[in-house]
């Protein structure tokens, strides 16, 4: 492997680990457009969060920055939680939220809370059978636009409702996540091939 000396010279190691980290987030977003690709197991049973903690990980607005540290304790207040954020490089971070299916209905409604706080909002969700059971993504900037849905601030609403039961949670975002018939393709309407149904057809 060559490594730019360029690079070591003028950054170090530290600008050594952030091109390669940048490569291997754009190495998993180009995976994750691929039609057929599904990462999450959608019938193993849930691991209780006290033997396997959530991972709540994206990125939060540039503007809150200098609060990163006291916002990711505020992300992890419900306990059973791995956080790790993110200040935006520029302005606001995505209004995109995922929720896997094995996230207790309290520390989804949580993160939802303090996404709609610190991010671009919440218009979007990721259908839970594209993540891992036991992760939220904040602010999230690897999902193409097929894999987003569309929702509404009553939808939000409705989702943030406490009392709601874990069950009744997922039932609810997996309906509000699931995606629309078709989607825009090379400034096209074509049929959306990464809904997770297609895909389980193929």
Not at 20 to 26: G, I, S, Y
Not at 45 to 74: A, H, Q, R
Not at 92 to 99: E, F, G, H, L
């Amino acid at each position: 492997m060559l490594i730019r000396n360029d690079l070591i010279n003028k950054k170090g190691f530290g600008g050594f680990l952030f091109w390669f980290k940048m490569m291997a987030l754009f190495t998993f977003t180009v995976l994750i457009s691929l039609p057929g690709v599904v990462f999450a197991d959608t019938d193993a049973p849930c691991e209780p969060v006290e033997t396997k903690p959530v991972k709540i990980e994206g990125w939060i607005s540039k503007k809150f920055k200098k609060d990163l540290s006291s916002i990711s304790k505020e992300f992890a207040a419900m306990g059973n939680t791995n956080v790790d954020l993110r200040a935006f490089p520029m302005g606001d971070a995505a209004a995109v939220t995922a929720i896997g299916r094995c996230v207790p209905a309290h520390i989804a409604r949580h993160a939802l809370e303090n996404a709609l706080k610190y991010t671009g909002g919440v218009s979007a969700l990721i259908n839970d059978s594209f993540v891992a059971p036991h992760w939220i993504g904040i602010g999230a900037t690897i999902f193409d636009e097929p894999s987003q849905q569309k929702v509404t601030e009553d939808q939000v609403k409705q989702l943030l409702n406490s009392a709601l039961t874990t069950e009744e949670f997922h039932a609810l975002y997996h309906k509000f996540s699931k995606q629309d018939d078709s989607s825009m393709r090379w400034g096209q309407t074509v049929p959306n091939i990464k809904r997770p149904d297609r895909i389980y057809d193929k």
